[in-house]
């Protein structure tokens, strides 16, 4: 099972592999914005990975980025499913 490592917060859990980054960061009791509904259109939920290999973003994500002027080095938990350990920071926890 894949470790997440939320930072500043310290907190680690494992999660199933193919995990929703958005449900795993709600499960670990931390603050995630989503006005959508985790629909993929506002692109409040961005965090930024700081370790470890995410997959591929794809035209949507960078898209809805684009459109909503987010950071592209953020990546929008929302749109992310877990295959593997990361390290992922977000300034409010």
Not at 39 to 47: F, N, R, S, Y
């Amino acid at each position: 099972m894949p470790k997440l490592s939320f930072q500043p917060a310290g907190i680690e859990r494992q999660v199933a592999k193919g995990a929703r980054l958005i449900d795993a960061i709600r499960d670990a009791g931390l603050p995630i914005a989503r006005a959508c509904g985790d629909d993929l259109v506002c692109a409040k939920c961005g965090v930024r990975i700081l370790t470890g290999k995410a997959a591929r973003e794809k035209p949507i994500e960078r898209r809805t980025k684009e459109r909503n002027r987010v950071d592209p080095g953020l990546r929008l938990a929302c749109a992310l499913r877990v295959s593997g350990d990361l390290e992922i920071a977000a300034d409010y926890w």
